[in-house]
């Protein structure tokens, strides 16, 4: 028997085979079988063809992919891998077109759309990467910042920071052996990014003589990059919040039938073509890719003889580190997760392990390059030699692990490497509840991940709680809100009053004259447009803005009275439970009938629970935790996990959504190690 595929009681694939080739091909075959649709989503994403199937609404997507290069990075890095590794990657994506016509014929959204599954390239995994993180780091940032710089001047650039990302984040954190009952090591966390159904993340165990793991992987992927557990050590991400990534400012023209871009030493040849983006119920799009000697030109072009190109590792490198990802499967001590991440490039994370001999690993893994500071701020002039590369940032930062590390996205190991951080509040939060307790077991991790208090409504908690002269109904709901215990808790009125308040208070505050001048979002490329609407910016920077000065006195103490006595107005016989605002409104590429609103959640921004809205345009939670779990190191078959839907990519199938109700309760399932417990698939799609 050279594989087989086995199947724990949510239909979490685990994979047995004779050796480590047959068992990546195996992970490609089950994956598309599993999730075929999300494959061929992801697939034409990277290669910026997904119009074609999914109509005008891909297009601002498809240019952008087209204009940075992903697909033709993707095959730089591939064929710069090492012959070990490229091959390993060949065998996933055999695997992926073995299984990919069995999956599609399956799934309905094929039949749909009338897509037909296609063919995977050796170089497609990687193109996928680079898709998921192309736009991680600050590049969206840097626009804003240019926005705001020419909009109300150079003063105000850092205005929005507040340490408050609009990206994805996630929650880690590492116990050692003497803070748990075991005596070994507990490493937990829960990656927060855009809720994607079917899920971003993939349950899966990968087993040969070589190596036993268990961990989550990225569907289209091979391996386990995140999260992992070999049995000897496990190891888990977040991000960094790193800036890795430049723009610069280009002077463009043609000339002849050339384009040149002006450069330090003057004008010098870019290279340029055409592409056409095929659109499904309309005409074709074409589309100019420009690359200069800084990199691929992501908005403006030659035509208006400017524009903007992305300079970032990968293309830079010709390397995304996916030699790193075989080496994990490989790791039998934190050394060994050491030295495997020392190949990450893409994108730049905070990593922890743990292995059963006791030893803990805290540190940056990624390439960061050495640049001028005025780089990581904005878009920068080409043709100024001081804004070029001049090599990597080394070593990269590590701390030691003392009793506990706790990672969430804030100022704090990486802090050399970037601009803007999460707030330290989920941080601190954790923390909090980790010192609280003793003795930690992997079902006792549930209170941390599900923890809801907001200690980010103290700010305007206390503006609240400074105002006089209110109304009776605003003076009632201001004490309310002060008593209120600060816990986003689902059945809680108190934090949909605070939740309420805060959105009016976030739109008054967008719609202030003095803000007008960024009311308009600058005419850059249709895929940065989320990261440059006033409303969210300020919603994530709320207390900065109204702190900074720009408002003319009085009129922060006035909006936030005026916020008050709106919701008091709206609201005469209280407000609804959180729950009934907040609630859970995924991603599909294809949205299929309107199903109603989503399920009910607890959390906030800033919880621990980090359930995302954007206050001041809506309620509903687009960003979450896209996974939950608990690698136990005393023993793996107490290790715990749960996603937001399910194993399987199929609707309809019985494992499509049937962890949804224990990830909404907050509930860990166990992780099933016995092989004796699984049941074996004897039709091997």
């Given at each position: 028997m050279t594989v087989r595929v086995l199947r724990d009681p949510w239909g979490v694939p685990h994979l047995r085979a004779a050796d480590a080739h047959a068992l990546v091909?195996?992970?490609?075959?089950?994956?598309?079988?599993?999730?075929?649709w999300q494959l061929e989503v992801e697939r034409h994403r990277a290669q910026g063809t997904s119009a074609s199937f999914l109509g005008a609404g891909a297009v601002g997507w498809d240019r952008f992919a087209r204009q940075a290069r992903l697909a033709d990075t993707a095959r730089r890095c591939y064929a710069a891998l090492d012959p070990?590794?490229?091959?390993?990657?060949?065998?996933?994506?055999?695997?992926?077109?073995?299984?990919?016509?069995?999956?599609?014929?399956?799934?309905?959204?094929?039949?749909?759309?009338?897509?037909?599954?296609?063919?995977?390239?050796?170089?497609?995994?990687?193109?996928v990467w680079l898709s998921h993180h192309v736009l991680f780091a600050n590049v969206p940032t840097k626009l804003w910042r240019e926005h705001v710089a020419g909009r109300l001047g150079e003063r105000w650039i850092s205005l929005f920071e507040a340490d408050s990302?609009?990206?994805?984040?996630?929650?880690?954190?590492?116990?050692?052996g003497d803070r748990t009952a075991s005596g070994a090591a507990l490493l937990a966390g829960d990656p927060h990014r855009f809720i994607e159904d079917p899920g971003v993340y993939q349950q899966i165990r990968l087993a040969c003589p070589e190596y036993d793991v268990v961990g989550l992987a990225v569907p289209g992927v091979p391996g386990i990059a995140h999260f992992g557990h070999t049995g000897g050590v496990a190891w888990a991400i977040t991000n960094a919040m790193a800036d890795y990534q430049d723009l610069y400012a280009e002077r463009l023209r043609r000339r002849g039938g050339a384009v040149e871009a002006y450069g330090p030493d003057g004008w010098e040849p870019a290279a340029a073509h055409t592409e056409v983006v095929e659109v499904a119920g309309g005409g074709p799009v074409e589309v100019e890719a420009v690359e200069t000697a800084r990199g691929p030109v992501v908005a403006g072009g030659p035509d208006d003889g400017t524009g903007i190109s992305l300079r970032h590792p990968?293309?830079?490198?010709?390397?995304?580190?996916?030699?790193?990802?075989?080496?994990?499967?490989?790791?039998?001590?934190?050394a060994d997760v050491d030295a495997a991440v020392d190949h990450w490039i893409?994108?730049?994370?905070?990593?922890?392990?743990?292995?059963?001999?006791?030893?803990?690993?805290?540190?940056?893994?990624?390439?960061?390059?050495?640049?001028h500071p005025a780089n990581r701020l904005r878009v920068v002039p080409a043709w100024v030699r001081e804004h070029a590369w001049r090599g990597w940032y080394a070593p990269m930062p590590r701390a030691e692990v003392r009793g506990r590390a706790v990672m969430a996205n804030a100022r704090e190991l990486a802090a050399p490497l970037g601009v803007e951080f999460a707030p330290p509040y989920r941080?601190?939060?954790?923390?909090?509840?980790?010192?609280?307790?003793?003795?930690?077991?992997?079902?006792?991790?549930?209170?941390?991940?599900?923890?809801?208090?907001?200690?980010?409504?103290?700010?305007?908690?206390?503006?609240?709680?400074?105002?006089?002269?209110?109304?009776?109904?605003?003076?009632?709901l201001r004490d309310r809100l002060l008593r209120w215990d600060r816990r986003m808790a689902a059945d809680s009125r108190d934090a949909a009053a605070y939740a309420l308040v805060r959105a009016a208070l976030v739109r008054r505050v967008a719609a202030h004259p003095a803000l007008a001048p960024l009311a308009d979002p600058p005419a850059y490329p249709e895929v940065f447009q989320p990261w440059l609407a006033l409303t969210p910016r300020v919603a994530l920077a709320l207390e900065a803005v109204l702190a900074c000065g720009l408002l003319p006195a009085g009129d922060p103490e006035a909006l936030v009275r005026a916020a008050v006595e709106e919701v008091a107005g709206a609201y005469a016989d209280g407000p609804p439970p959180w729950g009934e605002l907040h609630r859970l409104a995924p991603w599909r590429a294809l949205p299929g009938p309107d199903e109603g609103a989503g399920p009910p959640l607890a959390g906030d921004h800033d919880c621990v629970l980090a359930t995302s809205s954007t206050p001041g345009v809506t309620h509903h939670c687009l960003r979450g935790p896209a996974a939950r779990f608990v690698w136990d190191l005393g023993d793996r078959s107490r290790s715990r996990w749960v996603v937001p839907f399910g194993a399987a990519g199929v609707p309809g199938h019985p494992h499509h959504r049937d962890q949804t109700p224990a990830w909404l309760a907050g509930d860990l399932l166990p992780v099933t190690t016995d092989w004796d417990q699984l049941t074996e698939e004897r039709d091997v799609h």
């Open positions: 091909v195996a992970q490609g075959r089950v994956t598309a079988y599993d999730r075929a070990a590794t490229a091959a390993w990657v060949r065998g996933y994506v055999d695997g992926v077109n073995a299984g990919l016509p069995a999956g599609a014929a399956r799934t309905p959204e094929f039949a749909a759309v009338g897509l037909a599954p296609g063919r995977w390239e050796p170089w497609t995994p990687l193109a990302p609009a990206t994805a984040g996630s929650n880690g954190w590492l116990l050692a990968p293309r830079v490198r010709a390397d995304l580190g996916f030699a790193a990802l075989p080496a994990l499967l490989r790791a039998r001590t934190v893409e994108p730049v994370n905070v990593l922890q392990a743990a292995d059963t001999a006791g030893g803990l690993l805290h540190r940056v893994a990624g390439a960061v390059p050495l640049r941080a601190d939060r954790i923390r909090e509840l980790l010192d609280a307790g003793s003795d930690w077991t992997a079902e006792a991790m549930a209170s941390v991940h599900t923890d809801t208090h907001l200690g980010a409504a103290e700010p305007l908690l206390a503006r609240l709680g400074a105002l006089t002269g209110l109304g009776p109904a605003a003076t009632a």
